[in-house]
């Protein structure tokens, strides 16, 4: 028989819906040892997207996750999502972030079982993996990877927003809302923008009408 796993390791992803900048994927192992009655943060961990979960508080969880647990990030850049696609894109970034992990931390990754977020699975993963949709919501291994990703891939929007401001990003995050396409719309798009989203081309098409007409 096999050696037992050591314990489960959580992978979420961030960004996704984002028109701007890299998704972030973060790895999480959560030890065996840690008890609700003396960590109660753990007792907070959620979602990242929870309405209940403001950038305080997720911050604070950040910082204590990764204090006490195992833990790795990665990314796929912008051009990588135009060339494979977000959902290929995401599952590199949760690649990397495992192979973060294990650099890291020195860990053997079939040791562990892998639980990805979603209906897919990471390929090129030679470890036990399962994927569980909305595992966010059943994992506090994938809900603390959540929470981690986020975190990360907030704090790189932010800085990109001191770079191209006039975009609102420090509060959408990238994300699609109404200001964020007119702003689109008036001050053209960066380098930072996925140009292969239809968004964001569908904005470019009505800056390039604007300039026509003006």
Known sequence: ???????????????????????????????HTLCATEHDWLLAIDDSKASHL???????????IQAHGLWGL??????????????????????????????QFDCDLTHYLTLMDGRHRIPQHNAPQLSQIKGDA???AIAAASIVA?????????????????????????????????????????PMHRHSYKTVQAACQAEAVQQTLS
């Open 150 to 190: 986020k975190a990360e891939r907030d704090a790189m929007i932010d800085t990109a927003a001191l770079q191209y401001p006039g975009y609102g990003w420090e509060q959408n995050a990238g994300y699609p809302t109404p200001a964020h396409q007119k702003a689109i719309a008036q001050l053209g798009v960066t």
């Open 1 to 31: 028989m096999g050696q037992p796993l050591k314990g489960v390791i959580g992978v979420d992803e961030v960004g996704r819906g984002s028109l701007v900048g890299p998704v972030v994927a973060a790895a999480v192992c959560l030890p």
């Open 54 to 64: 403001n950038r305080a508080k997720r911050l604070r969880l950040k910082d204590a």
């Open 138 to 140: 059943h994992s506090a």
């Open 74 to 103: 990665g990314q796929a850049s912008v051009e990588e999502i135009a060339h494979l696609n977000i959902v290929n894109a995401s599952l590199l970034a949760g690649r990397r972030a495992l192979a973060a992990l294990a650099q």
